[in-house]
T-cell receptor, first 111, second 116 residues
Framework: EDQVTQSPEALRLQEGESSSLNCSYT??????LFWYRQDPGKGPEFLFT???AGEEKEKERLKATLTKKESFLHITAPKPEDSATYLC????????????FGTGTQLKVEL | NAGVMQNPRHLVRRRGQEARLRCSPV?????VYWYRQLPEEGLKFMVY????????ESGMPKERFSAEFPKEGPSILRIQQVVRGDSAAYFC??????????????FGEGSWLTVV
């Protein structure tokens, strides 16, 4: 069974204090690893998809990386507007298009 | 959220009533998914549909829940005889194709069901 574990569950940062969120996964044949951002009362907002170990993608202050066992979401010099829950999900090769999600990391960036 | 439209956004039902949640995918997307998010839990896959076909319903409860995606009109998630445990956020998502690299899945804003 595909599994996704995210850590930490919650993270509090000062504005400008860089950090990383972790997503560990076990999946039978990874087709894609997805990162989403979710604000309270809203739906998940797509950030990145990574497909193979060694791949990296960047968007503004966010950078996602992928190894064979885990993915990191690096946040550089965060701002209060980066506060949200960040969700990681995997899509297995033989599982159709189904995504298996972790429970997320709740990030709060303070002034 | 790339245009996945869900309604209603909030729905209150009494125990035993029926709930119908509607989802219009991104224009041009032919694949629709439903996920459920219970309080303090992660998103859980329920069902994957293409037009007029259920492709994977491995996450759907065996009773009271059904989904359809007709040739015309939105996808519908139907919950019959709702119970308090059905209270959750239900998210619809869509994608343009299947089984291909680059198949990004976009989510709607969700429908929040409260059973009283």
């Amino acid at each position: 069974e595909d599994q996704v574990t995210q850590s930490p569950e919650a993270l509090r940062l000062q504005e400008g204090e860089s950090s990383s969120l972790n997503c560990s996964y076990t999946v039978s044949g990874l087709r894609g690893l997805f990162w989403y951002r979710q604000d309270p009362g809203k739906g998940p907002e797509f950030l990145f998809t990574l497909y193979s170990a060694g791949e990296e993608k960047e968007k503004e202050r966010l950078k996602a990386t992928l190894t064979k066992k885990e993915s990191f979401l690096h946040i550089t010099a965060p701002k209060p507007e980066d506060s949200a829950t960040y969700l990681c999900a995997v899509q297995a090769g033989g599982g159709g298009n189904k995504l298996t999600f972790g429970t997320g990391t709740q990030l709060k960036v303070e002034l | 959220n790339a245009g996945v439209m869900q309604n209603p956004r909030h729905l209150v039902r009494r125990r035993g009533q029926e709930a119908r949640l509607r989802c219009s995918p991104v224009k041009g997307h032919s694949h629709v998914y439903w996920y459920r998010q219970l309080p303090e839990e992660g998103l859980k896959f329920m069902v994957y549909l293409q037009k007029e076909n259920i492709i994977d319903e491995s996450g759907m409860p065996k009773e009271r829940f059904s989904a359809e995606f007709p040739k015309e009109g939105p996808s519908i998630l139907r919950i019959q005889q709702v119970v308090r445990g059905d209270s959750a956020a239900y998210f619809c998502a869509s994608s343009p194709n299947s089984g291909q690299v680059g198949n990004t899945i976009y989510f709607g804003e969700g429908s929040w069901l409260t059973v009283v």
